[in-house]
């Protein structure tokens, strides 16, 4: 509550400046003394706005120092609890649950209030700056900027794929590729970001996106080669299917996750990421299951494939031994990955069917 988001500091000074704006419209006064009271009546405004902007400013500090000092008195009593005796009974652990509560409270304020810069990934393209926003529209504004970005462009892979496909053209599939990694680090980009800002993404949905353009790299450099054709077309009817396939599972995620956040259960900015097989698992997802098993097939075959390249070649290129474990990984990670979610869904089904037979 004591944070000053950037829209209440940018209103702030918006409003000050279109006060000194009027300034014209107050020298065209009747009289020089209305002139003169208007004017002042404008700057004392204006002082006002600015001594309350810095008085919650201080006041932000304020709090950020009396939340350091309370995680630092818990973080001393844990350490002399662990030094002394512990003493047992149901006192005590109820004291220590609320000990336990206060300071995952105190850190979640301390996020709210602390200017954060992200992951390495987000420093090594935007440097040391805070990407963090207190204010629910900014985050909702970022999360639907990532969605319309991914509606958008998930039509490209497939018009891009049909046509290299057709062209087989080198030229054609260089600004494939490269697209392609424009495409996997705008969104590595932008999921860092939402997950500073609270969005629930798993680690694995974002590395997928790291090896995807070490993948698109690797394919760039060998594209010209030809033993590399054959798995490189290959690559392409794979692709082509994970567009088509991003687009129905997307459609199916976001209104599961409609309905999650109506309940309560899914965050305001969490995001659909069909790319990386992120899903909110329903009953009526299951459906989608063989499709997403073909395309794991398919990045296993793609694999191997490159993997025979590599073979044949007798391992001439570095690159070949890397686009099939790419390949691979990926395949492996998207299986494992998936199978977590639905053991972990079942597993909370289950246990909310045995609470209702308890109840």
């Known amino acids: 509550p004591f944070a000053v988001p950037v829209h209440q500091t940018s209103c702030g000074f918006y409003s000050f400046s279109a006060r000194l704006v009027r300034v014209y419209d107050i020298m065209s006064g009747d ?12 700057c004392t405004e204006a002082e006002h706005e600015v001594t309350n902007f810095c008085d919650a400013v201080q006041r932000r500090d304020a709090v950020l120092d009396s939340i350091r000092r309370a995680l630092d008195e818990i973080h001393e ?25 206060l300071e995952q409270r105190l850190h979640e304020q301390k996020e709210r209030i602390v200017p954060r810069t992200g992951s390495l990934f987000i420093r090594l393209w935007l440097g040391r700056v805070n990407v963090h926003t207190s204010h629910l529209g900014e985050k909702l504004r970022m999360k ?121 259960k899914a965050s305001n900015i969490d995001v659909p990421n069909a790319d990386a097989y992120q899903v909110h698992w329903h009953q009526s997802m299951y459906f989608l299951l063989p499709y997403l098993c073909f395309g794991w097939i398919l990045q296993f075959y793609n694999s191997y494939i490159i993997w025979q390249v590599a073979v044949e070649s007798k391992f001439s290129r570095v690159q070949y031994v890397v686009g099939s474990l790419l390949w691979f990984i990926l395949g492996a990670g998207n299986l494992m990955t998936t199978s977590i979610v639905i053991h972990e869904k079942r597993k909370r089904r289950q246990a909310a069917l045995a609470r209702q037979k308890d109840a």
């Open 31 to 42: 009289t020089e003394q209305e002139r003169f009271a208007a004017w002042e009546k404008t």
């Open 77 to 101: 009593s844990r350490k002399s609890f662990k030094a002394k005796k512990k003493p047992k009974g149901a006192k005590f652990d109820e004291v220590m649950k609320r000990m336990d509560d």
């Open 144 to 264: 639907g900027e990532y969605e319309k970005f991914k509606r958008r462009t998930t039509p490209f892979i497939i018009v891009m794929s049909l046509l290299a496909f057709w062209a087989k053209n080198v030229l054609i599939d260089t600004l494939f590729q490269s697209w392609l990694i424009y495409y996997y680090m705008t969104l590595a980009l932008r999921e860092n970001i939402l997950r500073v800002n609270g969005s629930n993404i798993k680690n694995w949905w974002i590395w997928h996106h790291y090896l995807s353009v070490l993948l698109c790299v690797v394919c760039v450099s060998v594209i010209s080669e030809p033993e590399f054709r054959p798995a490189y077309d290959q690559s392409k009817v794979l692709y082509l299917y994970l567009g088509l396939l991003q687009i129905l599972q997307t459609r199916y995620q976001m209104k599961r996750l409609y309905t999650l956040r109506a309940l309560g």
